[in-house]
């Protein structure tokens, strides 16, 4: 709100009930704001997608470090002719690629998100498998092969 000699009422009643609903409203945005930034709280990987903690890495250079407490750090390399790179990517800088939630919003889908920033949804084509003694799992079509 613009304040101007138009805006700022004559009436000294009118001016303190105006200077309490002005700070009335800037403590609520103020309140809201720190209930919006509580709600963002990782929550750990449950047992039943124990599997999908790990280091995750994709042919392409994509690469994901899904932690037990429920946060991520995301490396991507920008390389918009590699198809698999671009059904993967977030596109947030490293300065915010790293503590991001991790979340389930079912089965079949993956949530890496900084809220407020960015957010993507995987689709889980194929739960984290065994192929020999090689750990892989397939995310928007991409497979990606647990680091050791």
């Not at 805006?7 to 009643?13: A, F, R, S, V």
């Not at 198809?83 to 947030?92: E, P, R, T």
């Not at 915010?96 to 919003?105: E, K, Q, R, S, W």
């Given at each position: 709100?613009?304040?101007?000699?138009?805006?700022?009422?004559?009436?000294?009643?009118?001016?303190k009930?105006?200077?309490?609903?002005?700070?009335?409203?800037?403590?609520?945005?103020?309140?809201?704001?720190?209930?919006?930034?509580?709600?963002?709280?990782?929550?750990?990987?449950?047992?039943?997608?124990?599997?999908?903690?790990?280091?995750?890495?994709?042919?392409?250079?994509?690469?994901?470090e899904?932690?037990a407490?429920?946060?991520?750090?995301?490396?991507?390399?920008?390389?918009?002719?590699n198809?698999?790179?671009?059904?993967?990517?977030?596109?947030?800088t490293?300065?915010?690629?790293?503590?991001?939630?991790?979340?389930?919003?079912s089965?079949?889908?993956?949530?890496?998100?900084?809220?407020?920033?960015?957010?993507?949804?995987?689709?889980?084509?194929?739960?984290?498998?065994?192929?020999?003694?090689?750990?892989k799992?397939?995310l928007?079509?991409?497979?990606?092969?647990?680091?050791?």
């Open positions: 709100m613009i304040i101007n000699h138009r805006t700022i009422p004559d009436n000294k009643l009118v001016m009930l105006w200077i309490y609903r002005t700070c009335l409203n800037g403590l609520s945005l103020v309140c809201i704001c720190f209930l919006c930034q509580s709600c963002h709280n990782p929550k750990p990987i449950s047992k039943d997608k124990g599997d999908f903690i790990g280091v995750w890495q994709a042919y392409s250079g994509f690469k994901v899904i932690k407490s429920g946060t991520a750090d995301v490396y991507e390399y920008n390389l918009p002719q198809s698999d790179n671009i059904k993967l990517i977030i596109g947030v490293p300065q915010y690629a790293m503590d991001m939630l991790v979340g389930f919003g089965d079949s889908i993956l949530i890496i998100s900084k809220p407020t920033v960015r957010a993507r949804e995987y689709r889980i084509d194929r739960n984290p498998f065994l192929d020999g003694d090689t750990m799992m397939v928007n079509g991409v497979v990606l092969i647990k680091q050791k």
